[in-house]
């Protein structure tokens, strides 16, 4: 398991991955040809990879985004150390805040 400030990274089995997000077109990439896991709203930093692979992001800013990376790869960040991440599948799940009435992920 893997953290980047607010993001939260799974390693998860082939298996485990839904069929309904394995149909999902992935993720088109950023200007820069970069994954972009999750944008900094304030600052503009990004969570990012630039390694071979997809991102599928579910719909509703609440539910799991799903990374495949075949060969593996580094997730960057302005603020942060970067990781490099093992090939395979992961769980990418931003951080969530309670705020009366909902909950929502972390603004950046």
């Not at 089995?13 to 304030?42: F, I």
């Amino acid at each position: 398991m893997y953290r980047q400030g607010d993001i939260l990274i799974q390693p998860v089995s082939e298996e485990a991955v839904p069929q309904s997000v394995r149909d999902l077109r992935p993720t088109p990439r950023d200007g820069r040809g970069r994954m972009v896991l999750a944008l900094g709203e304030a600052t503009g930093h990004a969570h990012a990879l630039s390694a071979p692979g997809s991102l599928l992001r579910a719909p509703g800013p609440l539910t799991p985004d799903y990374l495949h990376l075949p060969s593996g790869g580094r997730l960057v960040h302005e603020e942060h150390a970067a990781i490099t991440l093992p090939r395979g599948w992961y769980r990418v799940i931003r951080q969530r805040e309670y705020v009366p009435g909902t909950v929502r992920v972390v603004a950046d």
